[in-house]
């Protein structure tokens, strides 16, 4: 009955327009095999689309193949078995879910550019691989079209029937092939525009954070020694490409030295990506660095690029690198050394050519040798150490630094640029600075803000503010006064408070005696007492 009365194809012509409709290239491929294999006469209709090789290793035809750069990837499956009507056809993880190009039938087909027509096979047991399963399924008929668009040939359309497949049945799969074919291409370029759309919007996003962020620690403003030994290094290695890995307490402008260095590469046509590493959760590493598919799990509502993919021919800023978990740090370095990464749910290899700098305020030398950092990974990174110096180190900066934030901030608040006095300096520089440039900015910040007359007063810890280190202050003496600045009473309080608490650390607790407090202050032990308990000294 099938022989006589079952058309290959049922309603072709709405299999054409709704295929012009489709928007989505997996929507596309499962339109064509699913409408071709609900007809009767179908027992299996399969596409396979030429793509970059993969799953070589795992590939039951890797001996027949001369070439691993590309192969026939089966995409879509649909059919029914008649042995077991329960079992369907639609798996693309078979035995033949590769093909190479110019092996075995579907393989000359893309090779070629030419179809493989087969109306009746009986008589031709050996033309099947599996002849038995042909049999047991009742296959008659082989239809096999290249998908050609422009005289490229995309993939190939494969039919097994289980009628006699006429001459009018082979006009319509070859219509089909072709419509097919323009169908995919369409699609594929849709997809393309959407994801270059979101990679830009993406981009878009990163260069306004960039906007917001830059200049956040002012710019590499300073003479000082160690200033110009980072401005040298900066030159040197930003041509290159070579990995590079910042070190240096937290607000020193690590950030700020890894613009510079891309600013100065061959990449700086191509954003700059950060990611902070502190604050990625455990479970979203793998999505946030390497990106995964729509479905891969759940909340996976559409596909996302990774960080690695979206930083492709330009930078990517790993900061606080040393926080991300140990066993998490293997994937990292497979796609440091071999510049290729699969997104999650896809077993597509994907190669990106990206440019690596790191930072930490962390010892990673340290931190490798007691095991809390992978070794390999350190070394990988290391290739080329930048070490930022702490602003206590480079006092001499202070004055460029201050006048050029505080032009900034003139701007960003709407107010005429403050005088820096010589008491501004004096105080600024006086002080020890453990949060760097952050803190610098931020006290620069809150002064303008609560500054009247345009005069500026620094609210600063006055513990910080004595040298601790110095061995030559005479004792009891905490600071000169500028004749410039008249200090409060209340702050008068806190300069003699911190005074003392430095007279007792460097007495180790001692008030009275040989070496005690008392001594290096010049006063009387019970004096001292006093002064300690009125001032609330712990």
């Known amino acids: 009955m099938l022989e006589e009365k079952t058309s290959l194809i049922d309603q072709p012509k709405t299999l054409l327009l709704e295929l012009a409709q489709r928007l989505q290239v997996d929507d596309a491929l499962n339109l064509i095999v699913d409408r071709i294999a609900a007809s009767p006469a179908v027992a299996l209709a399969r596409i396979w689309l030429i793509r970059p090789g993969a799953g070589c290793e795992t590939c039951p035809l890797r001996q027949e193949c001369p070439d691993q750069t590309r192969c026939l990837h089966l995409v879509a499956s649909a059919g029914a078995s008649v042995v077991d009507p329960q079992r369907k056809f639609s798996r693309t993880d078979g035995a033949f879910r590769r093909f190479p190009i110019g092996v075995r039938k579907v393989g000359r087909i893309a090779a070629t550019g030419e179809p493989l027509e087969v109306g009746n096979l009986l008589g031709q047991p050996d033309w099947l691989v599996h002849p038995e399963w042909a049999r047991a399924e009742g296959i008659r008929g082989f239809g096999g079209q290249p998908l050609v668009y422009r005289g490229e040939v995309l993939g190939v359309l494969g039919v097994f029937s289980r009628t006699t497949i006429n001459d009018e049945d082979l006009d319509w799969l070859r219509t089909i092939a072709n419509h097919a074919a323009a169908s995919i291409a369409n699609a594929s370029a849709w997809e393309e525009i959407e994801s270059l759309r979101r990679r830009l919007e993406m981009e878009n996003d990163y260069l306004q954070e960039e906007v917001r962020t830059r200049n956040a620690f002012g710019d590499m403003v300073g003479k000082s020694a160690a200033l110009q030994k980072v401005a040298e290094q900066i030159e040197l290695v930003a041509p290159t490409d070579s990995t590079v890995l910042i070190t240096g307490e937290s607000g020193t402008g690590k950030e700020l030295v890894a613009r510079e260095i891309h ?202 503010a004595v040298n601790r280190k110095s061995t030559t202050a005479q004792p009891g003496i905490v600071a000169s006064l500028d004749d410039e600045r008249v200090m409060t009473a209340a702050e008068l309080r806190q300069w003699e408070a911190a005074n003392i608490r430095l007279a007792l650390t460097q007495s180790n607790g001692k008030v009275s005696g040989v070496g005690g407090a008392a001594e290096r202050l010049g006063m009387k032990p019970t004096t001292l007492a006093s002064r300690i308990k009125s001032l609330g000294i712990h």
């Open 263 to 464: 600013r100065r590469s061959s990449r700086s046509d191509r954003p700059l990506i950060k990611v902070n590493c502190a604050a990625i959760p455990r479970e979203l590493y793998d999505s946030e660095f390497f990106g995964h598919t729509k479905g891969s799990f759940t909340g996976a509502v559409r596909d996302r690029v990774g960080r690695f993919e979206l930083a492709d021919a330009g930078t990517l800023f790993l900061d606080e690198i040393g926080e991300i978990p140990l066993d998490l740090q293997s994937k990292l370095l497979r796609v440091l050394q071999e510049g290729e990464l699969e997104r999650i749910g896809e077993e597509q290899t994907r190669r990106v050519n990206v440019r690596i700098i790191a930072a930490t305020n962390r010892d990673l030398k340290n931190e490798s040798d007691g095991g809390r950092f992978r070794s390999d990974l350190y070394y990988r990174l290391s290739v080329f150490p930048i070490e930022l110096p702490p602003l206590s180190q480079r006092k001499e900066d202070i004055p460029l630094l201050a006048g050029h934030l505080l032009a900034q901030l003139a701007r960003k608040l709407g107010r005429p640029v403050p005088r820096l006095t010589k008491a501004n300096v004096h105080d600024l520089q006086r002080y020890d600075w453990p949060g760097n440039i952050r803190e610098f900015q931020h006290v620069l910040e809150r002064a303008m803000i609560t500054s009247q007359a345009g005069r500026l007063r620094f609210q600063l810890d006055p513990v910080q």
